[in-house]
């Protein structure tokens, strides 16, 4: 780090771990955008990291990881108590019920600010209502200066469930990088000859666990081709992306004889291309936060179809810029894809009004500004209450 990137406040974010997600990629996305001589920053994982961490090229940012132990790891705590006494960051944002307890020992270590998000509930209980759980968030709550919400439903879910006051909550809607996600000529993808000019290509995009419910989608997959039968050899499904489930989904496409009209590609690099070449985007999920590939999508110019679960009706506008469905219906969902195959010109349509709400509703600008201010807020009034010299520096930042 430069002489000038030491100088700025330090925010150490803890996580549960640094892999592929949602949450990781809006962290991407902030931490590259904040410049490195307003805030330093120090991700740890309580248990690792992996070579996702090297999407953040801010010099300001280093990783630390402290390789929890499977299941009840209470030297973690110390490791984690000693590496905060360290580092001495004014502030500690945690993200997630897994990585709450660092509240506890952000506290205990003298960390005056203290910050924790919510990006979705967990994936085991994705109503947020296990008594267990919801007694630790209560527990932590007193310790939580200020909460932040990917969503609107996350953030009333906080104030009806976890009786945090309104007034500590700020919902942030994450950003989507408009250059990067654009709409242009169609790419042509898949194996040779998958797809022509004729085709109408249905993607999705995520990773490939249980809650995402790819067999859902693959299952829709399949009545939206008996459903249609005039356009049925001309329908594609692409899902990107890696998991637990893709063996299984591979068993379920062979065995509904689709392997000519589905392709799952597993993770890759170049998801922004890829999604120039689809014509339909499909979020099968039983729960979300806020969904990055919702936005990813709206901002390739495509129509998004969408369960009705977490902060997805904040994002799609039904029958504007999408459709919602319940989750776990394939009868529904192909009933929502049929109805954009039979209806190319509203498919056009709904792609470029969710294009122009992106633009409008979701720039990155606007996320790292917001994030930014509540930093500068928490530096300041724990330079207060610690005496320190940072709140001229969180002043001179905002």
């Known amino acids: ?43 740890i ?94 527990l932590a709550r007193p310790l939580v200066k200020q909460y932040i919400c990917v969503s609107q439903d996350l953030a009333q879910w906080l104030v009806d469930t976890v009786d945090v006051p309104p007034a500590r909550i700020k919902q942030i809607y994450n950003g989507v990088d408009m250059g990067r996600f654009r709409h242009g000529d169609k790419q042509r993808i898949g ?94 999920s039983l729960g979300e936060g806020i969904s990055n590939t919702i936005l990813e999508a709206m901002a390739s110019g495509l129509p998004v179809v969408a369960t009705a679960v977490g902060g997805n009706p904040e994002l799609v506008d039904a029958k504007e810029t999408g459709l919602l469905v319940p989750s776990a219906d394939s009868s529904a969902l192909a009933d929502a894809l049929s109805w954009y195959v039979e209806h190319p010109d509203r498919m056009r349509a709904h792609g470029a009004a969710g294009r122009a709400a992106a633009e409008r509703r979701f720039s990155m600008e606007t996320m790292v500004s917001q994030y930014s201010e509540i930093y500068a807020e928490q530096v300041r009034l724990a330079s207060a209450a610690s005496g320190d010299a940072w709140a001229s520096h969180s002043q001179a930042s905002r």
């Open 191 to 284: 194996p040779e000859g998958f797809i022509d000019a004729d085709s109408v290509v249905i993607g999705s995009v995520g990773r490939m666990v249980g809650v995402k419910d790819y067999a859902n989608l693959i299952r829709a997959f399949h009545l939206l081709v008996q459903r249609v039968p005039s356009r049925a050899s001309h329908l594609r499904l692409v899902i990107v992306g890696e998991g637990g489930e893709r063996s299984k989904c591979q068993a379920l496409i062979d065995e509904l004889r689709l392997s000519d009209q589905v392709w799952l590609s597993g993770a890759r690099a170049d998801v922004n291309e890829l999604m120039r070449g689809f014509d339909l985007f499909v979020l099968p």
């Open 1 to 43: 780090m430069t002489a000038t990137t030491r100088r700025a406040p330090l925010i150490a974010h803890v996580v549960a771990n640094f892999d592929t997600g949602g949450l990781e990629n809006g962290m991407v996305n902030l931490l590259n955008r904040i410049p490195p001589q307003q805030y330093r920053h120090a991700v």
């Open 45 to 138: 994982c309580l248990s690792d990291y992996t070579d996702y961490s090297k999407r953040i090229d801010n010099p300001a940012v280093g990783f630390y990881a402290l390789h929890k132990r499977p299941g009840k790891d209470f030297r973690l705590y110390i490791r984690l108590w000693r590496l905060l006494r360290r580092l001495r960051p004014q502030v500690v944002h945690t993200r997630n019920l897994s990585a709450l307890e660092a509240q506890f020992v952000a506290a205990a270590s003298g960390v005056h600010a203290r910050i924790h998000g919510e990006h979705g509930r967990d994936v085991f209980d994705l109503e947020g209502k296990n008594r267990k759980y919801n007694v630790l968030r209560k």
